[in-house]
């Protein structure tokens, strides 16, 4: 059974420009989440979508957004990137609607703003 | 608001040893407890979970007991083997669709 997968692994991007990240969930998956971590933030909850609806959204900006499309594949888009925005940025999967037996998670994307 | 505060790491021990990483939590209500590992260069991997108190969590040799009376979820495994090395990370789901983490632990186990 093919886990969660993250394109591309490595994104490096000049300040100003925008980015598009991908995730496939698990097949059967219907809810996916993503992450920000980062060495002084650590781990920080980005947006979590469920049947092509976010349900919630953490404390970012509005150059973070994503969507999911009808097949649970979800992208997340970061516009005007900043320095600060370098990270890894990990996509998660759930079968259900909330996480209270764990997400799974993709091994990211590890995105370089220079 | 919900939080997760896990002990400081570094923490670097010999094989074979035993580990406790502690991990402590604040939550309203009676959340979903986990801990998941990061290789380097990986994602996050889920270790072992429990769903409500007294419950065990245990896998490959770690284990967690859910402790509603002292708000704790450490992390222990008997014999710790050089592969064992990663970053564990203490999380909890309390709804709202999203987990919160701890900080994470870096381990170093030395042959």
């Known amino acids: 059974k093919a886990g969660v997968t993250q394109t591309p692994r490595y994104l490096i991007k000049t300040r100003g420009q925008q980015v598009t990240l991908s995730c496939s969930p698990i097949?059967?998956?219907?809810?996916v989440s993503w992450y920000q971590q980062t060495p002084g933030q650590g781990l920080q909850f980005l947006f979590e979508y469920f049947s092509e609806t976010q349900r919630n959204k953490g404390n970012f900006p509005g150059r973070f957004s994503g969507r999911q499309f009808s097949n649970s594949r979800s992208e997340m888009n970061v516009s005007t990137l900043e320095l600060g925005d370098s990270a890894l940025y990990l996509c998660?999967?759930?079968?259900?609607?909330?996480?209270?037996?764990?997400?799974?998670f993709g091994s990211g994307t590890r995105l370089t703003v220079v | 608001g919900d939080s997760v505060t896990q002990m400081e790491g570094p923490v670097t021990l010999s094989e074979e040893a035993f580990l406790t990483i502690n991990c402590t939590y604040t939550?309203?209500?009676?959340?979903?407890l986990f801990w998941y590992v990061q290789y380097p260069g990986e994602g996050l991997q889920l270790l072992l979970k429990a769903t409500k108190a007294d419950d065990k969590g245990s896998n490959k040799g770690f284990e967690a007991t859910y402790r509603k009376e002292t708000t704790s979820f450490h992390l222990e495994k008997g014999s710790v083997q050089v592969s064992d090395s990663a970053v564990y990370f203490c999380?909890?789901?309390?709804?709202?669709?999203?987990?919160?983490f701890g900080q994470g632990t870096r381990l170093t186990i030395n042959p």
């Open positions: 999380a909890l789901y309390e709804g709202a669709q999203k987990l919160v």
């Open positions: 097949s059967g998956h219907r809810s």
């Open positions: 998660a999967s759930s079968p259900l609607t909330g996480g209270e037996d764990g997400y799974t």
């Open positions: 939550a309203t209500g009676y959340p979903s």
